[in-house]
Structures are given as C-alpha cells and as structure tokens.
C-alpha cells in the first residue's frame, strides 16, 4: 500500500468517525 493511499484511507475514517461521533457527542451534552 503506498503512502498516498493510506493517508486517504485514514482520512475518509476520520471524516466517518466525525459524522458519527460529533451527533452523539452534541446528545450527550445536551442529554
């Protein structure tokens, strides 16, 4: 795997654990 590729598989899942963490992070304070 080149480097290239990796970044933008490590990107991608740090963009997906935003989408999902940042909703249930926003419940929580406010819950």
């Known amino acids: 795997m ?3 590729k ?3 598989y490590g990107f991608m ?3 997906f654990f935003t ?3 940042l909703p249930a992070l ?3 304070i406010k819950g």
């Open 2 to 4: 080149s480097a290239d």
């Open 6 to 8: 990796r970044f933008t």
């Open 13 to 15: 899942l740090l963009m």
């Open 19 to 21: 989408l999902v963490f």
């Open 26 to 28: 926003k419940i929580l």
